[in-house]
């Protein structure tokens, strides 16, 4: 499979960002070095007989949303045509590539093992950062003349923020910050670690590193050795550290959805205790308190008044792909209401039917192949993936997330799992029927319903 290389090295260049901590990558144009790569392996595959392609479930809904998303754009704003269609092409095939690259579980476990191994290695790089001394930094151009968004560190130790204004060596023309200087250029937030570029927020970060979880657990259970034992110990450990260094209330979530899902799915009352005694120490030591807290809340409440708002001013088409922050300062922090409000009624439904197609592979895949031991790479994969879509539902219902690449590699990751099955067994089939239409078109209404109700008891 000659695609595999350009995909996995794509995945590597979303998540890992080299170059933004390291200048002399800054002018090679990876991403598009990756997709033509993989779609010159796909296009060899194709010639060569190695790979049929195989339409996953969520194809006809993801054309549907790209499409979608052009016309609003261009409806709404021309003048980002450009910025937008580069931006959405490249979501799409993103979920193309990885959805349609693999030709059987050897090509799918290359992909699933290619993002446990990002999402750890950001986690690691977010607990090294949260354990790393306060330095200044300083809020001013970088080398190559644009301004850093993290800041420069320059060397210098803090305790609080004043101390870089008041030290010797300080810039007067200079805005400081005193934070946690880590790996690869990277610095926290407020004192909350995070990555870099789409994974600035600590709250995606911690969203990101608990949803890879559960491919440990697969491996493990593909291959009950010491290494893999040990594989799902540290992931446990470092994925755990790492949210609550976030100190993410949406990430403390995230992690016990995956922890619960998987294990109450997989061994009921019994996985149901042991997911809560790991989820316990994240749960009493991560999040924040206060009035901090409190003050992210109502202003959560206050966006989500406001995506209803927009919705009604713009009932049929939505305001556009990309243009919620053209009517309020800051973005919906809500996918779902996101999607509405942006993409209209049609948008939003094209969207959820990829989420629910997602769920469907795998819920259909473990019903089908309950028994027999078999279907055991079967079971153990599809459950790997449900359990990190249910965490990533809950988390990205305080993110915006919709057209964020960690959510179509998702999609996509659902749609190789869809293929290899299917080359074991032609006959395996998930598609969206009549009685799905209206399950998410009834979810749908009562979920935006629900939050007009919140955010009105609230007083908005």
């Keep these: 499979m000659l695609a595999l290389p350009g ?19 800054e002018s090679l144009p990876f991403l598009y070095l990756w997709l033509g790569l993989a779609f010159m392996g796909m296009g060899l595959d194709l010639a060569m007989g190695k790979v049929r392609l195989k339409a996953t479930p969520q194809l006809r809904w993801a054309i549907v949303v790209y499409l979608w998303c052009v016309f609003t754009l261009m409806v709404r704003n021309p003048a980002a045509f450009s910025g937008g269609f580069v931006s959405i092409s490249v979501t799409f095939v993103l979920f193309f590539l990885i959805g349609h690259s693999a030709d059987g579980f050897a090509g799918f476990r290359k992909l699933a093992a290619t993002v446990l191994i990002m999402g750890l290695f950001v986690a690691g790089v977010s607990v090294h950062q949260g354990f790393s001394s306060w330095q200044c930094l300083a809020m001013t151009e970088t080398i190559g003349g644009t301004r850093g968004e993290a800041g420069i560190p320059d060397g210098r130790p ?10 010797a060596g300080a810039n007067p023309e ?11 250029k990277t610095s926290t937030i407020n004192g909350r670690v995070r990555w870099r570029g789409v994974l600035q927020d600590p709250n995606e970060l911690a969203l990101t590193a608990s949803i890879v979880l559960p491919f440990s657990f697969a491996l493990f259970e593909q291959k009950r050795s010491f290494t893999r034992a040990v594989l799902v110990l540290v992931s446990l450990l470092v994925i755990a550290t790492a949210v609550i260094l976030t100190q993410s209330r949406g990430g403390q979530l ?7 899902v998987y294990f109450v799915k997989k061994y009921g009352i019994r996985g149901a205790l042991f997911g809560a005694v790991v989820a316990m120490p994240l749960m009493l030591l991560g999040g924040r308190g206060g009035g901090e807290a409190d003050e992210s809340a109502n202003e959560r409440t206050e966006i989500l008044s406001e995506g209803l ?3 009604r001013m713009f009932p049929l088409m939505g305001a556009g792909f990309r243009q919620f922050t053209e009517h309020h300062w800051l973005t919906a922090h809500n996918a779902y209401l996101l999607a509405l409000a942006e993409l209209g009624p049609l948008g939003m439904f094209a969207w959820t039917a990829m989420i629910y197609l997602t769920l469907k592979i795998s819920l ?5 192949y309950e028994h027999g031991a078999q279907f055991a790479m079967i079971r153990a994969w599809s459950m790997a993936v449900l359990a990190g879509f249910c965490g990533m539902m809950v988390g ?6 919709t057209y964020h690449y960690v959510l179509w590699i998702y999609f996509g990751l659902a749609g190789s799992l869809y293929c290899s099955i299917k080359g074991v067994d032609p006959s395996f089939s998930v598609r969206l029927e009549r009685r799905d239409v209206l399950r998410l078109v009834l979810g749908n209404v009562g979920l935006v319903t629900a939050i007009a109700v919140y955010t009105k008891s609230k007083g908005y």
Excluded at 364 to 368: F, S
Aim: aromatic share 20%; proline share 2%.
């Design 7 to 25: 995909v996995i090295l794509l995945i590597i260049f979303i998540y890992g960002r080299p170059q933004e901590w390291d200048e002399r990558f």
């Design 158 to 167: 803090c305790e609080r923020r004043i101390d870089c204004y008041e030290q």
């Design 174 to 184: 200079a805005e400081y910050l005193c934070e946690r200087v880590g790996l690869f």
């Design 254 to 260: 995230v992690f016990a959805t995956v922890l619960g």
């Design 309 to 311: 708002n927009i919705y």
């Design 364 to 368: 259909t895949a473990l019903k089908r």
């Design 396 to 401: 990205i219902f305080f993110l915006s997330f």
